[in-house]
């Protein structure tokens, strides 16, 4: 093993990257004028708590700050990099769920059975969860679990897209989106979603598509608030 590699995989290394990331989004969020739509999105969604929570991979940085006061957890990857974000969430007062999802056998490898249940138990006592609609490698293509997991927990989907002006975007599986401080950022969020619990396959792929397509329309929207002209905007 490299030294390279094993100062990142130190726990001083990653703890100190986690907390200067959640500092410099802190300062991001702080820095952009945002509009938002519809302006009172989080008031709609407040009496639906807890709810599910869905972004895409690579869009998700700013969305603690959207939280105000209620409790939330993330559902976050087992990989190192995942260690880091993990540091980072709970910085911010978020906690950590670990696993992540996979469209097949890698699921139950990479900690899904796991991840699911607990979280429907963080539903079940009242805390609103967040996760990605896609899945690693998979980019802008809603896996089953969001679907699966609003239907088990009886709780409501809801769908956020952050975007800001001034952003690096990576050339990578999902498209990263590095957000810039100082600048105009839009923030759509959708729903509520409902899935039955007694859904059927077909109806399931049926509310997958529907999250899907949701989703890719508010970050259309999101870039579209975030690029546009000055004026007209409404601090969140």
Not at 53 to 78: D, T
Not at 143 to 158: D, F, K
Not at 170 to 199: K, M, S
């Given at each position: ?133 896609d899945v690693p490698k998979v980019s802008r293509v ?95």
């Amino acid at each position: 093993m490299t030294l390279l590699k094993r100062l990142a995989g130190s726990r001083p290394f990653q703890k100190a990257v986690g907390v200067m990331a959640a500092e410099y989004l802190r300062l991001v969020w702080k820095t952009t004028r945002f509009t938002m739509e519809p302006e009172d999105f989080v008031e709609r969604a407040t009496p639906d708590v807890p709810v599910i929570v869905g972004v895409w991979h690579g869009h998700h940085y700013l969305l603690p700050f959207m939280r105000g006061e209620l409790a939330f957890k993330v559902l976050i990857s087992r990989h190192r990099d995942g260690e880091i974000n993990a540091i980072a969430a709970k910085h911010l007062g978020i906690g950590a769920i670990r696993g992540s999802g996979d469209h097949g056998v890698e699921f139950a490898r990479k900690g899904g059975v796991g991840a699911f249940r607990r979280m429907l138990a963080t539903l079940a006592e009242g805390c609103s969860v967040t996760l990605t609609a896609d899945v690693p490698k998979v980019s802008r293509v809603t896996g089953p679990g969001i679907v699966r997991l609003a239907g088990v927990s009886g709780r409501p989907i809801y769908l956020v897209a952050i975007a800001t002006r001034n952003r690096i975007t990576l050339d990578n599986w999902d498209r990263t989106e590095i957000n810039l401080p100082f600048g105009r950022g839009g923030i759509v969020g959708r729903g509520p979603f409902r899935v039955a619990a007694d859904a059927d396959d077909d109806a399931l792929e049926a509310a997958r598509r529907t999250i899907e397509n949701e989703l890719a329309d508010a970050t259309a929207r999101a870039h579209e608030l975030a690029d546009r002209p000055r004026g007209g905007d409404a601090r969140v």
